[in-house]
């Protein structure tokens, strides 16, 4: 009789793998320092993670397409202007200026699929392009000052909690669930998936590329809205550098998380967990008092470490 062969994969996953360094990392943070689990260090670490891991998701969708944004970080920023101007410049309600800041992020995002499948340009070199002219925007219709006087109802969302988690967690957790169900239970989310495999295969299966194109690089814009409102509420104004640097987290969440730079592979989970290991390593660092020069080579080499890894395991499979 053969004995019925267990399965482990779920401990070979990318997702346990991550859980059980960030509870590691967070066991030698709480005994190791003094300050790490203060009830205002722990709200500080969720705030980041929250308007980190929103970008992280739309990163995460664009490289499942095989392709990349460099623009996350401007769009976000030219959304936190946006919702700033319309309440502080412009006179507009909260709302109002809520749904202007979507607005100009979806245009953003449509804008980039707009050079990467009609002119056909590399995703990284028009997504390096946009990044440029829309941090260039940013500092002409700012001024390139500083934008402050926003209404107290909406800074709120950036200081108020509910259950003791701040309001901007649970936005995040909500763009989690959301992301989840349209990657797992919708054709859009399975069409990612499918083009990442390549524009062959997609055309094969009778995929509009043009139209998943345009939904993911426009749903990504639109994610990097949110964001941009989340940032706004809790910096309560806008500066020419909001958003600066954050395309880099955003995209190194999504690898460690899992996501394939090749394409067609990631998880929304998975970058939910590499955001927080992204942001635990940052927060620990500083608890610690290790210098933050160091904290940036020790991230580069993380990231180095999880590209490597992707690029063995296509190798395996191949």
């Not at 499942?64 to 412009?90: E, F, N, P, R």
Request: charged share 10%; net charge positive; with cysteine.
């Amino acid at each position: 009789m053969k004995e019925k062969k267990r399965d482990f994969s779920i401990f070979q996953r990318t997702e346990f793998s991550l859980i059980l360094i960030i509870l590691a990392l967070y066991l030698v943070a709480v005994f190791g320092t003094a300050n790490f689990f203060t009830e205002y260090n722990q709200m500080n670490i969720l705030k980041q993670c929250s308007i980190n891991g929103v970008i992280a998701i739309s990163a995460t969708m664009i490289i499942i397409t095989s392709g990349i944004d460099l623009s996350c970080g401007s769009i976000v920023g030219m959304s936190t202007l946006m919702v700033a101007m319309g309440q502080a410049k412009w006179g507009m309600s909260i709302p109002v200026s809520i749904i202007i800041a979507l607005f100009v992020g979806v245009l953003c995002g449509l804008y980039n699929a707009v050079i990467i499948h009609e002119l056909n340009v590399p995703p990284f070199i028009a997504t390096l392009g946009s990044m440029t002219i829309i941090r260039g925007l940013i500092k002409i219709i700012s001024n390139a000052g500083t934008i402050a006087g926003l209404k107290i109802e909406f800074t709120n969302l950036g200081v108020c909690s509910f259950l003791k988690i701040p309001y901007l967690a649970w936005l995040w957790i909500f763009v989690v669930i959301v992301g989840f169900f349209i990657l797992k239970y919708t054709s859009f989310g399975r069409n990612i998936y499918v083009l990442g495999s390549g524009k062959e295969v997609a055309k094969l299966c009778g995929i509009s590329i043009r139209r998943t194109i345009y939904m993911t690089y426009g749903f990504a814009g639109f994610l990097c809205g949110i964001a941009g409102i989340m940032l706004a509420a809790r910096i309560n104004s806008a500066v020419p550098a909001a958003g600066q640097g954050y395309e880099m987290n955003a995209i190194a969440a999504s690898v460690i998380g899992g996501a394939s730079l090749a394409g067609a592979k990631g998880a929304i989970f998975g970058t939910a967990l590499g955001t927080i290991l992204m942001t635990l390593i940052d927060n620990v660092g500083i608890q610690f008092g290790i210098n933050s020069f160091v904290m940036e080579i020790s991230t580069g080499v993380l990231i180095t470490i999880a590209v490597v890894v992707d690029q063995l395991k296509n190798r395996k499979s191949n």
